[in-house]
């Protein structure tokens, strides 16, 4: 393997497993069960989603997206599952905590699906988790995948 693709799958670990709250990003390379995810094929297919029931598109936030990391990265290295943070905050404290004022807020995790595609049909099948994604008054998104294949994403709508 050369350098510049094990530097690239190291820049992608970062991504995918680390935020802005310092903990150390997993540095060994994804397995074929952890590949790395794009923002914008998550986004693809949320908007699929809605648009195939004439909904209109979600947009990408760095501050939900802030939210997402955090959570996800905090489950896979505390190995738990739970939409509760470890330190018993919930959705509306962690979206606050990243400076985003809501009107409507909803997360959907996930844990063991190895891509993008996957996840979301999972979502998709569970009525909870699709209200969250078919909720016409979401007008965000942000998503995170950390190490151990722990999936985070957050809808929401800014003010009101």
């Not at 470890?86 to 509306?92: E, I, T, V």
């Not at 049909?121 to 998503?143: A, K, Q, Y």
Request: glycine share 12%; hydrophobic share 35%; net charge positive.
């Amino acid at each position: 393997m050369t350098i510049r693709k094990l530097a690239l799958m190291a820049c992608s670990a970062v991504l995918i497993g680390c935020g802005p709250d310092g903990a150390e990003p997993d540095r060994r390379p994804p397995t074929r069960a952890e590949q790395p995810f794009t923002i914008g094929t998550v986004r693809a297919l949320l908007n699929a989603e809605r648009s195939a029931r004439g909904l209109s598109p979600v947009r990408r936030s760095g501050q939900l997206a802030a939210a997402a990391r955090a959570h996800a990265g905090e489950m896979s290295a505390k190995g738990y599952f739970s939409h509760r943070s470890a330190n018993g905050n919930r959705l509306g404290d962690r979206v606050r905590a990243q400076g985003y004022g809501y009107c409507i807020v909803a997360e959907n995790i996930a844990k063991g699906q190895p891509n993008e595609r996957v996840v979301i049909d999972g979502w998709m099948r569970s009525s909870g988790h699709r209200r969250n994604i078919l909720n016409p008054g979401v007008t965000e998104f942000g998503t995170a995948k950390a190490p151990g294949n722990y999936w985070v994403l957050v809808l929401a709508r800014p003010g009101c």
